[in-house]
């Protein structure tokens, strides 16, 4: 069992380049030994070890608080980490021992099972400027990332902060006014699975100053998502829209009936268009809805993607943009016919949008491995790597302006057909979306 110093001083070790504890004073290697390791092999102890690859990292000396666990007790220390070469110099101070609290030993160092009805030791710890000091691996695999990679990063590049229900940020609150918070709700920047409740008490230097916090995270379920399940309108809003709609189509169609008397040629054309987008409008909103159950079936997906380009060509041509249709006689395809055509128009209105004057976008088609797909490819500045993903999130945008749902909607109803809408894109690239669906038997 650690035990403290019999006198004030600062315990001292040493990690070489792969972490390994070369040499240590007895208070440090008996902790070693507590944690399950040897002197010579890698430091067990996951805080004291994060600060210094922090250091390493950084190549300068790093100060921080961090809590090990002996067989008996927790531990407080204050760790000094200086970098010497590839080799890392502890020096411990502190050392105030307190009773156990949280999971024990064998949870912080990721050993044993805490059992399958046991809680999961969502733990972190962070510095005055509220960089990650050390996450438990229970919290560092619910986030996604890398608990050693992740020490020295901001807390918020892991963790998208929420407002309470007061619209204020209670973490942020407690950075400025110096004390512990709780009620800090949190989700992952990778992973949006799950959502967070933060809680933190204040961590003080040898000093007395303040350095940090140490805290613990509560998981809850992520609530159930409205476009993967139940009708995103409602039945009233629905009402309301299609009485507009039905008027719009039947006008439309007198006017290509010419029921009115003689009409120019070109105006009985533009009649034909409104009809059709009004009928697109509706199967939109009546898909939206769920109000009948989608049907999946044989379908040309290049037929559906000309029926598509029409729908959008009015405002292509207002934005001085062109749409290019490769040339297919047919491409059979299994899904549902207006859930394909919504996918293609919210695909080619965001290429519009982010198309340069006397821009093109292209329609290509191909068929492989048993699925059939159709690219639209527009010349707009691109999309960087770490922001491909987001864009397909409820409410996020390639631009200002817009509810930003179009993309995340079109995944949905790709995903329910069999599918997928995927992107390939790169900074100064224009972007490919696919609609990949499978191909008909």
């Known amino acids: 069992m650690a035990s403290a110093p019999s006198e004030p001083r600062r315990v001292n070790g040493r990690l070489d380049g792969r972490g390994r504890l070369v040499s240590a004073d007895p208070?440090?290697?008996t902790l070693q030994r507590d944690a399950g390791s040897n002197l010579g092999d890698k430091l067990a102890l996951p805080q004291i070890a994060a600060i210094a690859d922090l250091a390493r990292k950084l190549g300068i000396p790093v100060s921080r608080p961090a809590l090990a666990a002996s067989a008996d007790n927790d531990i407080e220390l204050w760790v000094n980490a200086t970098p010497n070469g590839e080799d890392v110099e502890l020096s411990l101070e502190g050392w105030t021992q307190r009773p156990p609290s949280g999971p024990r030993l064998a949870a912080l160092i990721g050993g044993e099972s805490q059992g399958d009805g046991a809680e999961a030791a969502l733990e972190w710890?962070?510095?005055?400027?509220?960089?990650v000091i050390s996450l438990s691996p229970d919290l560092a695999e619910l986030l996604g990332v890398d608990a050693a990679e992740a020490a020295g990063q901001p807390l918020?590049?892991?963790l998208r902060l929420d407002e309470d229900d007061s619209g204020e940020m209670p973490l942020i609150a407690a950075l400025a006014a110096r004390h512990g918070f709780s009620g800090q709700r949190a989700r992952s920047r990778r992973s949006d699975e799950q959502s967070l409740t933060l809680s933190g008490e204040v961590v003080t230097n040898a000093d007395g100053g303040f350095a940090g916090f140490r805290g613990s995270a509560q998981a809850k379920a992520r609530p159930a998502d409205p476009y993967s399940a139940g009708p995103v309108f409602d039945e009233a809003l629905e009402d309301v829209l299609r009485s507009p709609l039905d008027r719009i189509i039947d006008t439309a169609e007198r006017i290509v009936e010419r029921s009115d008397g003689?009409?120019?040629?070109?105006?009985?054309s533009y009649g034909n268009d409104i009809a059709?987008?009004?009928?697109?409008?509706l199967s939109v909103l009546r898909g939206m809805s769920n109000e009948t159950a989608r049907e999946h079936g044989a379908i040309d997906l290049a037929a559906l993607a000309a029926e598509a380009v029409v729908l959008v060509e009015a405002s292509a041509e207002e934005q001085e943009v062109a749409i290019s249709l490769d040339a297919i006689d047919r491409l059979p395809a299994t899904g549902e016919e207006r859930g394909v055509i919504q996918i293609l128009v919210n695909l080619m209105i965001n290429a519009i949008h982010h198309s340069p004057p006397n821009g093109v976008i292209r329609l290509s088609f191909a068929q492989r491995g048993g699925t059939s797909s159709v690219t639209v490819l527009d010349e707009g500045p691109g999309i960087a790597a770490a922001d491909q993903q987001r864009i397909f999130e409820r409410f996020e945008r390639r631009r200002e302006g817009g509810t930003g749902l179009g993309l995340a909607i079109s995944r949905r109803l790709a995903q329910s057909m069999g599918g997928d809408v995927t992107l390939d894109s790169a900074p100064g690239e224009g972007a490919r979306f696919t609609l990949t669906l499978p191909a008909a038997p």
């Open 276 to 281: 059709a987008a009004a009928r697109h409008l």
């Open 27 to 29: 208070e440090l290697e």
């Open 156 to 158: 918020t590049k892991l």
């Open 125 to 131: 710890a962070a510095d005055e400027e509220l960089r």
């Open 262 to 268: 003689p009409l120019r040629s070109d105006y009985a």
